[in-house]
C-alpha cells in the first residue's frame, strides 16, 4: 500500500499575498512622501524664523552699544540687507533679507510724557524676506526694542 502525501509544502508567495503587501507597502510609503513636503516647508520657515531673529538681535545690540543722542543714525541709514545666513551685505541683488529701523512714540498712560523720553527710547525692527534679486517683501517680522540711556 501507498502513503499518499496530503500536505503540500509551498516553496514562496501566492500572488495574491505578494499583491497584498507591495499595496501595503506604497500606501505606507505615499504617506511618508506626503508629509514630506509638510516638513520641508515647515523647517524653512523656522530657518527664515530664526535668520530673522538672528538680524534684529545683530541690530539690536549696535543700537544699545550707540549713544543715545545718535540713534537716529539708525533709522536714516537704512535699510539694510543680509544674506540667507543674516550677514550684513551692502547689495541688494544678493540679499535674502531686510531690515528697517523706526523709532516709535514712547508716550504711556499715566505716564508724565517726558520721563521715557529723556531716559529710554523704543524702537520697531522689521525684518522682511526679500524674493530674489528684488527688494519686494515675502513676509515680515517686527522686534520691538526699548532702549535705556545710558
Known sequence: MKVLHTLHHRAAFSLVEVTMAIGIV????LSVLG???VGLSTVRDAKKETTSAQIASQIGSGMSQTPFTNLAAFATNGP???DDSGRQIDSVQTA?????VESVSTA???APSDVLTTSASKWRI????????TTNAISSSRFSLLVPKS
Do not use: C, D
Open 26 to 29: 506604497s500606501f505606507a510609503i
Open 96 to 100: 535674502a533679507f531686510s531690515a528697517k
Open 80 to 82: 539694510y540687507f543680509f
Open 126 to 133: 522689521t525684518v522682511s524676506s526679500l524674493r530674489p534679486g
Open 108 to 110: 504711556y498712560p499715566g
Open 35 to 37: 508629509t514630506m513636503s
